[in-house]
Structures are given as structure tokens and as C-alpha cells.
């Protein structure tokens, strides 16, 4: 058994302990501190994908810390794991906020998998991943567009099957709260897309379905392709539909000699929004219509040396057509957006990580905006 000091796993730093239990826990801490260059002026289009780990104003900005701890032990011919991550950030003139991300228990024998508690929905990429994770300082577009500052997770139960380099997912999740951005959220009571939103419009759960499927494509090439697809009622009517899919694709090939390698990371996301007739709030009458929107995001990335990465990532999200509420002017929080996002990382030491990221925004809501992102990240022990 490796034995937690609090909720920091010290790795290496503490000795292991072997005790009478048969389960086998780990601990993480991981926290950043981000320095945003002047030009950051957080435009509503740009706030709009804003993560919850994304600091809010210029100069100095704590980015917030994350303590994860696992639990796993064998049982019979499979195995438990317990799984616990709480997300603690403060912005400017709020209170701190602790949220738990996820807090889930899965078993699984062989291919099968069953998850149960809060967890992330399988849809797309970005999702599924904790944003301490990501190859990029800040939220990509598409991550506030369609899944809210933080990310796509609710309470439910998530079946999965593995085999022959195929994955499968199946989750059934609560379609209410904050976290549903795209369903059954009421948005603290302001518009969204067009009118007022009530979680107790419609009812039903969230699906998600998910494919992923690996690729061997020759030596030192690999790739991974991802399709998924979520839907469920959303907030605007009784039987008003949202649906959302996303493709991903990741491949990466290692260079001449094991020196390094080169990847290229694709995201697309499209999204269909059945909105019923209600009232904004404004109270006047908004008709129904189905607003359709997508967003997708391509990173080119390469190794320079052992400590040192470079990215270069572009990303475009646009309205699928101009919806009829916008009749009285464009909504800036579905509004066409271009980022263009060089990157430079360095990893002077396992869990230790720097990374100075460009940003290049353009939009006619805003013209343009350009910011320069500074992150400093430090991790101890992984989940």
C-alpha cells in the first residue's frame, strides 16, 4: 500500500508503508499560478468559453489547486476503484469556491467497466480531461460554448466496454444543475440563447454514447479516433431537444531514433438546440426555433529536446445560421470567433511545468484581442 501524506501523494519523498489492507490508494495535488499579459480584456464572446481554472483579469492570477485521491483493491476476479477530485479557485472580489469535480466509485472484469457517482460525460476530447491536462494555457472556444465553465459532469452511471483496440461508453447522467450548460440549466436566471432557460423544463436524463477506437499505423505511428454524441431536453420547453456530437482525433509519430515526436490534435464539435417560444428577460416573446452552432480546434504539436514542447493551435467557432432572435442584434455568446494560439512549454522536472501561450483573438463583436498567457504548474503524484 503507498500511503497519502493528507491529500499530497509525496511519491518518492515519503517511504512506502505496507499495512494490513488490501486497498491500494494514491493522492495529488496539482495547482498553477497564470500571469496574463496586458490586452486581456475577457470580451463577453472570448468569457464565454472561459473554464473555471481561467483567471479573469489581468497580471497575476491564481488558477486554483486540485486534490485527487483513488482507492483500488481486487474483488473477486475484477477490481474497485473509489475515485475522489475536488477543483478549489477564487476569482476577483468571490468568494473562494471548492467544487468536486468528480466522485465516482467503478468496477470492472476484463473488458467491462461500470462507473458510478459524478463524473464527466464521454463527449469529445476536452471533456474528459481534467484542464491541468491540456497542451494549452486556457479553454479552448468550444469548452464554455457548449459545455459551461465546468465542463460536462453530473451524478449517474456510465457502462464501458473494451476490446480489439474498440472502446465503448454509455452514460446516463442528470440533465440538471450548473454543469449541463447545454441541457437542462437554468443560467443563474439570464439569456441564453435568446430567452430565459428553467431546469424544470422538460425532464428525462442525459445520454452520452461514445466510440473510440485505437490505431497502430505503422512503426513509431499511432492514432486514436473518438465519436460521440449527447442528448436530452433542455430548459427552453417541455420535449425542447439538445444534441450535441464531437469527433476527435489524436495522432502522434515518433521521430528517427526515439528523439522525440511529433502530434496533431483535432476537435469538432456541433451542436443542435430545439429552443421552444418563451419570453427573455425583457419579457418579450421569443418564437421557436432550433439554433445551431459549431466549433472546432486543431493543435500541431512537437518535442524540442527532452523538456521542451511547442504547439501551434487554431481554433474557429460560428453560428450555424443567424437565429431569429438576433433579429434585434447577434448574440456575442454564439457570435463568430477566430483563435490563433502558438505555445511553448517546458518541463524542467517531472511535475514541474511552465508553458508561455499567445493568444490572437478576432471577432466582429470585438475586432480583435491579444493576450500573452504565463502558467506555472506544479503536480505531485498523478490520477
Excluded at 521542451?308 to 432572435?325: C, F, I, K, M, N
Amino acid at each position: 500500500m503507498r500511503v497519502p501524506f493528507g491529500l499530497l501523494y509525496l511519491g518518492s519523498l515519503l517511504p512506502a508503508a505496507s499495512l494490513a489492507i488490501d486497498w491500494d490508494t494514491k493522492a495529488s495535488f496539482v495547482t498553477a499560478v497564470t500571469v496574463v499579459g496586458p490586452g486581456h480584456d475577457a470580451p463577453a464572446a472570448v468569457e464565454a468559453g472561459a473554464a473555471h481554472s481561467d483567471p479573469v483579469r489581468d497580471s497575476l492570477a491564481f488558477s486554483g489547486a486540485e486534490f485527487g485521491f483513488s482507492a483500488l483493491r481486487a474483488v473477486g476476479d475484477g477490481f474497485v476503484e473509489v475515485l475522489a477530485v475536488a477543483h478549489v479557485h477564487r476569482h476577483p472580489g468571490e468568494p473562494t469556491e471548492t467544487e468536486l469535480e468528480e466522485v465516482c466509485a467503478e468496477w470492472s472484469k476484463d473488458a467491462l467497466r461500470v462507473r458510478a457517482g459524478i463524473f464527466y460525460a464521454p463527449l469529445g476530447a476536452t471533456n474528459i480531461r481534467h484542464a491541468h491536462t491540456w497542451n494549452f494555457a486556457n479553454a479552448p472556444l468550444l469548452h464554455g460554448r457548449f459545455l459551461g465553465e465546468s465542463g460536462l459532469r453530473n451524478p449517474g452511471v456510465q457502462f464501458g466496454w473494451a476490446g480489439g483496440g474498440v472502446t465503448w461508453l454509455l452514460a446516463v447522467q442528470r440533465a440538471t444543475g450548473d454543469t449541463p450548460a447545454s441541457f437542462r440549466s437554468g443560467h443563474e436566471g439570464e439569456d441564453y440563447l435568446g430567452r430565459i432557460q428553467s431546469a424544470s423544463n422538460g425532464s428525462g436524463p442525459l445520454v452520452t454514447l461514445r466510440r473510440s477506437r485505437a490505431y497502430e499505423l505503422g512503426e513509431g505511428q499511432s492514432a486514436q479516433l473518438g465519436l460521440s454524441i449527447a442528448t436530452a431536453e433542455n430548459g427552453s420547453g417541455s420535449s425542447a431537444r439538445t444534441w450535441l456530437a464531437a469527433l476527435d482525433l489524436d495522432w502522434k509519430r515518433e521521430r528517427a531514433g526515439k528523439d522525440g515526436w511529433d502530434g496533431v490534435e483535432l476537435e469538432l464539435f456541433v451542436r443542435s438546440f430545439e429552443a421552444s417560444a418563451g419570453v427573455n428577460s425583457d419579457t418579450q416573446l421569443v418564437n421557436a426555433e432550433t439554433v445551431s452552432d459549431a466549433a472546432v480546434a486543431l493543435s500541431l504539436i512537437s518535442t524540442l529536446g527532452a523538456d521542451w514542447t511547442a504547439s501551434l493551435r487554431l481554433e474557429r467557432a460560428v453560428p450555424l445560421g443567424r437565429a431569429d432572435y438576433e433579429a434585434v442584434g447577434r448574440d456575442p455568446l454564439r457570435e463568430a470567433c477566430t483563435r490563433i494560439s502558438p505555445t511553448l512549454a517546458w518541463e524542467p522536472t517531472p511535475g514541474l511545468r511552465f508553458r508561455l501561450q499567445y493568444d490572437h483573438d478576432r471577432s466582429p463583436t470585438f475586432g480583435t484581442e491579444d493576450a500573452l498567457w504565463l502558467v506555472a504548474q506544479w503536480q505531485i503524484g498523478d490520477h
